[in-house]
């Protein structure tokens, strides 16, 4: 079982910038792909971005590709999310997640074992 737990949501002007994180309750280093998915009222949770635990590779959703980073500090235990140039229609929960085994499709939430309980991201125009 993995704990996660989301910080650093708020209320930002578009144009500004954002970082969440995640911290998890087992070490992320044992921890195989996480990611970061979004859900705004009315719609499905859609992905974001996500990070393999071997190799770093990363995966992003074309809506924030050049914009959003996601990074992994495997020594803290903790999932990051950088949020530049954010605009309005960023507006969601955010969650962030854990795979419980290798080679998973990382686009696909069904992918995911672990959720956090999501932080609220608002983006003003």
């Known amino acids: 079982q993995v704990n996660l737990v989301e910080s650093g949501g708020g209320l930002v002007q578009a144009g500004g910038s954002l970082r969440l994180s995640c911290a998890a309750s087992a070490r992320t280093v044992n921890i195989y792909t996480m990611g970061w998915f979004r859900q705004a009222p009315g719609n499905e949770r859609e992905f974001v971005g996500a990070?393999?635990?071997?190799?770093?590779?990363?995966f992003y959703a074309d809506s924030v590709k050049g914009r959003f980073v996601i990074s992994r500090n495997n020594a803290k235990d903790t999932l990051s999310l950088q949020m530049n140039s954010l605009k309005p229609e960023d507006t969601a929960v955010y969650y962030c997640?854990?795979?419980?085994?290798?080679?998973?499709?990382?686009?696909?939430?069904?992918?995911?074992?672990?959720w956090g309980q999501g932080t609220q991201v608002t983006v003003s125009k």
């Open positions: 997640a854990a795979a419980s085994s290798p080679n998973i499709r990382p686009l696909d939430p069904q992918s995911y074992a672990y």
């Open positions: 990070i393999r635990s071997t190799g770093g590779t990363t």
